[in-house]
Structure formats: C-alpha cells, structure tokens
C-alpha cells in the first residue's frame, strides 16, 4: 500500500526539463517550429530554476504525492562551491544559447516569411541590390562581384556613408526586380545578363519619389522617369564601365538629395557615355540633370536644354515634357508649357500630375474654368492626389469661390495632413473671408510642419498687419527674411508697417532694399514715393512714382498719388492730368474725382469742380470731404445756401471736421450771421491743433468781435 510522502522538486525539474528538451526536438525535427519555441523557452525556465536552486544551495519540498515507500519530511542538499560556481556559468550559457536560438530562428523565420534575403534598409539608407547576372557565356567570367567591389570603392570614394549593397539571387524579368526591390525597400535593382562580348545591367528605380512645386499660386508637379533601363557594356571599354559607375553614384547623390554632388557625377556620366559610345540610360541622366538645373540651380534655360536632349533620346518621355512644360511656364511662356503637357497627356492619357501642371498654366492665362476642368480630370485619376484639390482651391479663390476653395483644402489635409502649403493656402482663403484668427492657426500648423517655411511666416504677418498687430505682424517679416534675404515682398510689406508707425526712414529703408532685389517691383516704388511725401521730399516722391508708371502704366494709384504732389507743389495742371488718367484706368476712382475737383477749385474752374464733387458723392455718398469742398466751391460762386448745407451734410457725416466748420463760419460771416459765424469758428478752435487753422479762425473770431 502506498504511503503519502514528499518528492523534491530538483528531482520533477530535471525530468521535466529532459522531456521539454526532447519535445522540442521532435517539433522542430517536424517543421512546427512554434512549438519548438515555446517547448525551448519552458525547457530554459526549468532548468533555470533547477541551476538557481544549486547555486542558492537548498532545496524547497514543495509537492506531496503518493510513494510506495515512506520519505523523510524534508530532503536538505549541501552542494560544494565548485558545483554552484559550475551552476552559475551553465546558467548563463543556457541563457545566451536559449534566447540566442529563438532570436536567430525568429528572425530567420520572419525573413523566409517576409521573402527578405537581407535586412530592408532603414528610412535614411540607401540600398543597392545587385543580382546575380544570367550567363550566357561560355568563358564562365561572371561580373556581378566585379559590379559590387567596384560599385563599393567608388561609393567610398566619394564618401556616401548611408548606401548599402547587397548581392541577391539571379531576377528573370522587370516584375521580379521591382517586388524584389518593393520587399526590402531598395532605392534601385541592378540586374542582367552577361556573355563573352560583355555585359547588361538593367538599371529598375523601386522607391517612389515626387518632386512637387506648389506654393501660394497654382503649382507644378514634377515627377522622376520610370527609371528603367538597360545598357550593354563591351568587356575591355573602360569609358563605359565608368560610365555605369558614374551614373550609378550620379542617382544615389540624386536620391539622397545632394543635388549638387548629382550633377557633378551626370556631368561625368555624359562625359564618359560620350567617350564610350554609350547613349542607354542617357535620356534620364539628361532628365535628372535638367530636374536640378531647374529646381535647384533656377536656371530654367539650362533645365530647357537638358529636357530637350531627353526628349531626343526617348521621344515618349512624358515626364520631360512635363517638366519641360514647368520650365517654360517659370520663364512665363505659358502657351509652350501648355503645348508640353498636351504632349504629355497625349502620350500618357492618365498622367495625372500632367493635367495639375496644365492647369496651372491655364490660370496664369486667367482660363479658370478650363483650370478647374483640368483639376477635376486629374482628381478623377488619382483621388489621393493632395495636389490637384490644392491646386483647384487656388483656382476657387481666384474666382473668389471661397467656400469651394477651402473645401478642396479641407481634403488636400485629409489626404496628407502634414501638406504644410495647403494650410497655407487655406489660410490665404480665410484672409479672404476676414476670418484671421482661423487663417493664422493654418500658418501656425504650417510653420509647426515645416519651421524653414518663410511664405508662412510672410502670410502670417500680413494677417497680423490686418489685425493692425504691427509688432507680431514686424516679427513674422524679420523671420522671413532671415530665411529667405532676398524675399522682396517681405521687404516692401515690413515697409509699409513702418510707413503706418510714422518711423518713414525706416520704411524707406526697406522699400529701397525691395527694389534692390526687385527692380521691376512697381509697389515698392510707389509705396516709397507715399512715404519720402511725408517727409516733404516732393521730387524724390515723384520719381518713385514715375517709376512706378514706367513699369506698370495702368497703375491708377500711382497716377493718383503722383496728382497729389503736383497738386502740393501748385502745378494743378500736370495734377489733373494725372487725376485724368487715373479716372480713365478706374471709372469708380472717388477720391481722383474728389481731389481733380480741388484742382479746379485752385484753378477757379469752379463748375468743372462741382462736377467732379457731385460724382465723388455719388459713388461714395458718406465722403465728407467732397460735400465740404463742393459747398467751398458753392461759396466762391456766391451760391451761400447751397454751401452751408453741403457743411451741415459733411458736419452731420463727421461732427468733428473742423474744415467743415470753418467754411460754414466763413460763409454765416458772409451772409451776416454773426453768432453762427462766431460758434463755427470757436468750435474750429476747440476741434484742431493745426496751427494754419486756428491762426484763421482766430483772425475772423477777432473781425467779428471787432464790428
């Protein structure tokens, strides 16, 4: 009969620790490498709790069960230091080797899983992978290790530090390169075939980069080639092989945005496809090149050339035409651009991006309907394309769609919420609509995207300028320019703020730097012109106005303003043809009618004066100074009535002008009305500081109290 008695558990984790072991074995021997994992990881939990045991030198009686035979209540072991010493080191061992095989087998399990043949580069790695060339020789020279040592020399040669090669096995066709590249995120898939006479590397681009140009108006999209490509290197020409090597760093600068470097290694390239004979790959080495003269370099002539040569070489390269077309359109020849993208289009009717650029040029034509058109076409291809609905809400505001516009914005964000220049653009909606606490939280989101944005910060301080928050409004145009020196507008508006502040030497300041940068920049001169008046520098005020005319002759304000300081300076003549001219340019010009009317007053032309105070009323009926200076001119007719209620309709608009006073004053002493005289000339005196004014209401204060 069997008697209950204590087994220790030293004695249960070593056989529970040899069946984990064999049942791991079996499993992986099986395929099911699961359980292996879980059996491996139960087997190192046993024993290591058995060597922990040994080496803390006891053992704990834990389970009662049932012996044939009776036990001792509790078994003591006394193990020497030599064995917990041994303890501690197999302990360790069977820590690295246990946690060691499942991370090995893990990994490599997710590797087979995954199809990865070599880890996938990471987000700032360049990868390179070289497969295996086919043979086709019957010398059996294989060039595939020599592509890679060479490839890798120059690579650190020219000290690029985040490419990777990789060798991979033989690809059969474009397909198998492009999901081989796909699955371990390369940048491009070098692959081929080689016989006796040479070899051919095909050259397949796999990670998807777009170039996109767009900012506060209308903007082009500009894409890569396809990228894919072959050329055929002749064993014992050493122009072509450099020629490989070159273009080859020539697109990992490109990739990795060194622009720079890139068109250094495409210049070599040419050089060396020239020396070698060699014209495969050329038309998108050609294509890249123009990308950078035009993008990086401005040189839109340059970027001209370039894409010609690549539309010479692949006469269906629809991206060349594209961005030929965004070339043309930079340098304002928007016919030749539209032509380009007709081409592009016609050769790739889904090309997307072709219609954005379209677009484009049909609205610095003013076609806004066929830009929207476009715009719609191109959304209707490809609905992710966060471009064209920003660039359709531009095309909104231009026609002051504003609740349209700001919609498309709406789902440009949605599409890509880090797309910091439609917040932008939403923001210039909002100023639109007067809304300019919600138009500065969108460039404040842009600016939080995107820190080095200065159009951002150039918006947000106009709409704090509008605010009348010239302080912020001073900071965000110092911003900037720090990023941007030589951003013109930011000039010219920082100006202006001091212009408002009465600081006019420091706005004179930043206009003449704005016409520095810009010498075309019309409404710095003119702006220019406002503040050397206030400085009483009549002739330099007039010259920024000349300028102003010189380069934008239907600038009606100009023409205005420049009447103005003609009219100062006594040459009513030359003021009224100048208030003409403004008239002519803007029918609706209240203030030119108002102030061409002065002119004639000064000129005793007292009927035409009339006239043109009469259309200033009448298309600004609360213009209190054309009803004062009408019954002025009333007055020099001797039509006394008319006058005093031109004064009482201009004192009713502002009861504190005190002009109006004075000349209703003027007229009540003409007329004999001695008390009314005298209360308009007090008031004069109560209303203004002027000292020409008061000096006159005084005088006739004096007369009055006289008689």
């Known amino acids: 009969m069997a008697k209950e008695g204590r087994l220790s558990l030293d004695k249960l984790d070593k056989i529970a620790s040899v069946v984990a072991a064999i049942i791991a074995i079996l499993t992986f021997w099986q395929g099911n490498r699961i359980f292996s994992y879980a059996f491996v990881i139960i087997g190192y939990a046993l024993m290591a709790r058995l060597l922990c045991r040994v080496m803390r030198q006891k053992s704990v009686v834990e389970i009662r069960v049932k012996t044939p035979y009776p036990l001792p209540e509790e078994w003591e072991y006394s193990y020497p230091q030599r064995w917990r010493w041994m303890a501690g080191i197999a302990l360790v061992i069977l820590t690295l080797f246990s946690f060691g095989w499942v991370g090995v087998n893990g990994w490599r399990d997710y590797q087979a899983r995954e199809g ?71 940048l491009f898939v070098i692959w081929g075939w080689f016989d006796d006479l040479g070899f051919t590397p095909n050259f397949t ?15 082009e999209v500009s894409l890569e080639p396809p990228g894919d490509f ?52 050329l038309a998108d080495v050609y294509f890249y090149r123009g990308y950078i003269q035009g993008v990086v370099l401005d040189d839109a002539q340059q970027a001209i050339a370039d894409y010609n040569k690549a539309i010479e070489l692949k006469p269906d390269l629809a991206e060349a035409y594209v961005n030929r077309g965004v070339a043309y359109a930079d340098k304002g020849e928007h016919d030749l651009a539209i032509g380009d993208y007709d081409r592009a289009i016609e050769i790739a009717p889904q090309f997307a991006e072709a219609y954005v650029n379209r677009s484009t040029a049909y609205g610095d034509k003013g076609k806004y309907k066929l830009a929207i058109a476009d715009l719609t076409k191109a959304i209707e291809l490809r609905p992710g394309l966060a471009e064209a609905y920003s660039n359709r809400g531009v095309a909104y505001v231009t026609k002051g769609e504003y609740d349209l516009a700001i919609a498309d914005y709406d789902r440009a964000i949605e599409i890509d919420p880090q797309f910091a220049e439609v917040y932008s653009n939403r923001g210039l909606a909002y100023i639109r609509l007067g809304e300019y606490e919600r138009a500065i939280e969108d460039w404040d989101r842009a600016i939080e995207i995107n820190p080095q944005y200065a159009e951002a910060y150039y918006s947000r301080g106009l709409a704090y300028y509008y605010k009348g928050e010239y302080d912020l409004a001073i900071a965000d145009f110092d911003k900037t320019i720090e990023l941007k020196p030589h951003y013109a507008e930011a000039y010219s508006s920082r100006g202006a703020i001091y212009y408002d502040k009465g600081e006019y030497n420091l706005a004179i300041t930043d206009f003449a730097r704005a016409i520095e940068l810009r010498p075309d920049y019309a409404d710095a001169y003119y702006n220019l012109g406002l503040a050397y008046v206030h400085l009483g520098e009549y002739e330099r005020a007039i010259q920024g106005w000349d ?83 009408r019954g002025h001119a009333c007055r020099y007719k001797g039509e006394y009535d008319l006058a005093i209620a031109d004064c009482n309709r201009a004192i009713k608009l502002r009861p504190n002008y005190a002009k109006a006073h004075y000349n209703r004053g003027v007229v009540h002493k003409i007329k004999g009305e ?34």
């Open 230 to 281: 072959s050329l055929y290197i002749r064993e014992g020409l050493p122009a072509q092989m450099a020629y490989f090597s070159t273009l080859t760093i020539g697109q990992v600068y490109y990739w990795d945005e060194k622009f720079e470097e890139a068109f250094s290694a495409f210049d070599k390239a040419i050089e060396n496809a020239q020396e070698g004979g060699s014209s495969e790959g």
């Open 116 to 186: 990865l043949l070599f880890p996938r580069a990471k987000e700032d790695e360049l990868l390179v992978i070289i497969a295996q060339f086919d043979n086709r020789s019957t010398k059996g020279i294989d060039p595939t290790q020599r592509i890679h040592d060479r490839l890798r020399k120059e690579l650190e040669e020219a000290g690029i530090t985040n490419a990777r090669l990789e060798m991979a096995p033989e690809i059969a066709d474009l397909d198998e390169a492009r999901e081989m590249g796909k699955r371990h995120e390369a």
């Open 547 to 629: 300028r102003a005319i010189e380069i934008n002759p239907q600038y009606a304000e100009a023409h205005y303003s420049r009447g103005l300081a003609y009219a100062d300076k006594d040459e009513y003549d030359q003021a009224i043809a100048d208030y003409d001219k403004a008239i002519e340019l803007r029918p609706d010009f209240a203030a030119a009618y108002h102030n061409r009317g002065n002119a004639y007053v000064h000129k005793g032309e007292y009927d035409l004066a009339i006239a043109d105070f009469d259309r200033a009323i009448e298309l600004q009926p609360d213009y209190a100074e054309a009803y004062n200076n």
């Open 674 to 707: 001695k008390e009314k005289a005298i209360r308009d000339f007090e008031r004069v005196l109560e209303l203004t500081e002027d000292e020409y004014w008061r000096n006159e209401a005084e005088k006739h204060l004096r007369e009055l109290r006289e008689q």
């Open 205 to 219: 681009i796999v990670r998807e980069k777009e170039f996109v140009l767009i900012g506060m108006d209308l903007g």
